[in-house]
């Protein structure tokens, strides 16, 4: 089988995309960690852990230095594992390094409906790092990606830029962000190059509502909503991604969410615990009917 089917074979298991929707690199569409897809991956202007490498590298300057890991099984068995770090850069700046790696496992290839033609593996590959840094209540970040993807017998390899800008209102009640993913170029797949997914995003995360203890001050109750508008070329896909998360006691966090325009997934749950500096984040995706079995998405982690 020609390498350049098998690509639209693997963006088709992984998405069931429309013919306008399709391109290779799937897996940099996939939000990589647990509280984002259970929050309708509405993160951009929320993000605010190590996993802001791949979100908003700005948000990497409002947090605090961490490591992260995330485990995803994700449509026809393909698992994803994400490995990202914050470390500090003097007072007002910070760096990130993130490493995505994906396997399929065995794929079916076909070269005509009901005619199975034997099995293939398609490996993908991100390794990144960013720096963020803040001015004020703005903050600035850029990420530099090497990409590499294996599918068959066929190899290649390429790079992409990630840009974002976050703004805090007073008390940081309001944060706005806006990022641009997948700027960059791959090299030929055998035949052609693998047509990244740009993406322009840009929303909103509010915390309107808040109830603190009397004496010191600690939160009882926290209320989070998320709002972001994203566009994803080729094709100018346009999604809402909209979430609510409910924090409690600075114990637990519950949260929903909803993706709009999306074939493969319309409403996400999830769930987050805390111990001291640990976190531990689930998020439980309910695929569209046509696909078998829902989504786990697992992350942990640890700030100091």
């Known amino acids: 089988m ?41 993160r951009v202007a929320a ?16 947090a605090e230095s961490g490591l992260a890991v995330s485990h995803r099984l994700w449509v026809g068995g393909v698992r994803v594992y994400d490995v990202a770090a914050r470390l500090p850069s003097g007072q007002r700046g910070a760096w990130g390094l993130a490493v995505t790696a994906t396997d399929s ?26 720096y963020s840094r803040m001015v004020g209540p ?15 017998e066929a190899n290649a390899s390429g790079y992409a830029f990630d840009a974002g800008l ?16 997948n700027i960059g ?26 109830i603190v203890a009397s004496q010191d001050g600690a939160s009882l109750l926290d209320l989070e909503l998320t709002v972001e508008v994203s566009v994803i070329t080729p094709g100018s896909v346009t999604r809402m991604h909209t979430g609510v998360g409910v924090t409690i006691l600075d114990l637990a966090t ?27 984040d689930y998020a439980y995706i309910p695929f569209a009917i046509g696909f078998e079995g829902p989504g786990h998405v697992l992350s942990l982690s640890y700030a100091w």
């Open 185 to 210: 170029k791959m090299s030929r797949l055998q035949y052609q190059p693998t047509e990244l997914p740009q993406t322009l995003a840009a929303g909103a995360a509010l915390h309107p509502f808040r």
């Open 254 to 280: 519950v949260r929903v969410g909803h993706i709009s325009n999306d074939e493969l997934r319309t409403l996400t749950f999830g769930l987050g615990l805390y111990w001291e500096q640990l976190i531990f």
């Open 138 to 152: 703005l903050r600035a970040g850029i990420t530099a990606k090497y990409l590499r993807e294996r599918i068959y």
């Open 105 to 130: 496992g065995d794929l079916e290839a076909r070269e005509k409906p009901g005619e199975p033609a034997g099995t293939f593996k398609a490996q993908f590959l991100s390794v990144g790092a960013s």
């Open 2 to 42: 020609r390498p350049l089917l098998l690509v639209i074979v693997l963006s088709l298991i992984l998405v069931r995309a429309s013919a306008a929707q399709e391109s290779g690199m799937t897996f940099l569409r996939i939000g990589v960690d647990a509280a984002a897809s259970a929050m309708g991956d509405a």
């Open 47 to 62: 993000t605010s852990n190590a996993f802001a490498t791949y979100w908003n590298p700005a948000g990497l300057a409002a």
């Open 166 to 181: 976050q703004l805090d209102l007073p008390r940081r009640l309001v944060t706005f962000g806006a990022t641009l993913r």
